[in-house]
């Protein structure tokens, strides 16, 4: 064996039988140096794999190294395999039997593949860390709120998380979701984040507890209807809304006014159940708001027939009265209250008279008080026809006219959320129309202008009577200067 390096001991740690460079490794049976087997490990030692047989490494060193240094030689095997040379496996598993040979060398393994990188990023989502700088506009917020100003889709949760675990900073800095920022600064965002996609909730199957019959009822009061608005006629006799024993009411019929719509109609203001008329209906939600605010700051103009025992002796004339509820009613009657009432104002203008017996009457409510339009009238002597709760026994007419209530809201008019007006009336019911026909009224007479409609451009005549006051008012003045003149010089 002259001339032939000896091959390297298990205690060198190199942990390979390979020879010299260009020279095969040794095969089975044959040794690379005096009594060591191929591979250099000693079996006169009963040391197997550079180990002794009580477990330590043949040259007395711990062998032991920690994960990183173990996950290292892995990485350092797995890069010889894939320049194409095959990585050292040890001859035996553990120690071998006795007679067994040993195997100088492993069998030719494959390359080894580095598995192809997976894209976790969505679709629009960036993988980069982006660098924001605070503007001057923005000087002095929290961090959370300079997200929701500029990041929105970046959600608290998001933020806290990213926080927490220190990705989130303020020029390096590690920051919090209530942190204040400043001008100048510059901001630290990790890269987006993809969204879970929103599960699909299933549409709502809006059940209509309506008969084909109260569809029907409920659809012939329409009077007027568009986008974001119906108007219907109530019938006398039906409530507006439920209540102790009040089963049938516009509330409830309110499904049959779909029409095709998603959302369900919304009352927005109402009428007393014997009240018959006009009642308005949003169709949506941003419409009941517009409607809501219009009768609450009284720019909605409705407008009452009534018919009235006797005959007002001012035929236009303002009712303020101030009403509350009257004690020991449960709020079921109102009264006029001077020290605690809430103020109501009614205008009203008589629009025919049937002698003294009744007047045929127009009201305007300027407030919109509990059963205000019965109660005025009652107070100043004129009960409307019917309304047996506040005019008592004197509040019927005998012969033909019928004892129901004579209330009806013939007109209403207000401003449309989509520009415009709504402006409708509603005809009367027919108790109502034969009374009036009864007591030989003329339904042409009925519908006035309201002041805004009244046309206030003078005439020609107006400006003559209005040039002859002045002229008058002007000799009267010069008169009376005369007059100081004389007295002057007497004295």
């Known amino acids: 064996m002259k001339g032939r390096p000896p091959g390297k001991s298990a205690g060198s740690g190199t ?37 002794s047989a009580d477990g330590k490494p043949a040259d ?10 173990r996950g290292g030689a892995k990485a350092a095997t797995a890069r010889k395999g894939e320049g194409g040379k095959p990585p050292f496996k040890p001859a035996f598993k553990g120690p071998s039997k006795a007679g067994a040979k040993p195997v100088a060398a492993a069998a030719k393994a494959p390359p080894v593949q580095a598995a192809p990188a997976k894209s976790s990023a969505a679709k629009g989502v960036s993988l980069d ?43 390096g800095a590690r920051a919090d979701p209530g942190d204040r920022v400043a001008q100048g600064q510059m901001i630290r965002v990790p890269p987006a984040e993809a969204k879970a996609p929103a599960a699909e909730r299933p549409k709502r199957v809006r059940v209509i507890d309506l008969t084909d019959e109260e569809i029907a009822y409920v659809q012939n009061m329409v009077i007027h209807r568009d986008a974001q ?28 006014l779909l029409f095709n719509s998603e959302s369900r109609p919304k009352l927005v203001h109402r009428l007393d159940k014997d009240t018959s ?5 949003a169709r949506t939600s941003r419409s009941a708001a517009h409607f809501a605010k219009a009768f609450s ?44 009432g809430l103020p109501a104002r009614t205008r009203y203008r008589v629009i025919e008279r049937a002698g003294n017996r ?8 300027f407030t919109g008080r509990t059963h205000q339009l019965r109660v005025h009238m009652a107070a100043i002597g004129h009960p409307i026809v019917g309304d047996g709760k506040y005019g008592g026994k004197d509040s019927f007419l005998s012969g033909s006219i019928s004892r129901k209530m004579h209330l009806h809201a013939r007109r209403i008019r207000v401003d449309h959320p989509d520009g415009g007006r709504v402006d409708v009336m509603a005809d009367l019911p027919s108790h109502f129309a034969s009374s009036l026909a009864d007591l030989g009224f003329d339904f042409s007479l009925g519908d006035l202008l309201l002041d805004d409609e009244i046309d206030r451009t003078p005439t020609r005549e107006d400006e ?22 004389g007295g002057g010089r007497e004295g």
């Open 229 to 256: 608005a119906i108007v219907i006629n109530k019938p006398p006799g039906l409530a507006t809304q439920g209540g102790t024993k009040t089963d049938e009411h516009v509330d409830r019929l309110l499904d049959g």
């Open 358 to 365: 009744a007047a045929w009457v127009e009201l305007q409510p």
């Open 60 to 69: 007395g060193k711990s062998r032991g190294a920690p994960g990183r240094a």
């Open 129 to 171: 860390v982006r660098q924001y700088r605070v503007q001057p506009d923005d000087d002095g917020i929290r961090l959370d709120r300079w997200f929701q100003r500029h990041l929105p889709d970046v959600g608290f949760n998001i933020v806290s998380r990213w926080s927490r675990t220190g990705q989130l900073r303020i020029d």
């Open 277 to 281: 008329g006009a009642l308005l209906v």
């Open 464 to 485: 003559k009577k209005f040039a002859r006051q002045h002229a008058k008012q002007v000799r009267k003045d010069r008169k009376g200067e005369r007059r100081s003149r």
């Open 297 to 340: 700051s009284r720019t909605a103009r409705k407008v009452y027939w009534a018919l009235v025992i006797g005959v007002p002796s001012i035929n236009d004339g303002m009712i303020e009265l101030p009403l509350a509820k009257q004690p020991g009613t449960g709020g079921e009657k109102m009264h006029v209250d001077e020290e605690e």
């Open 15 to 51: 942990g390979s039988s390979d020879g010299p460079r260009g020279r095969k490794p040794a095969g089975p049976g044959r040794p690379s140096g005096p009594g060591k087997p191929a591979g250099g490990k000693s079996f006169g030692g009963k040391s197997f794999g550079g180990k």
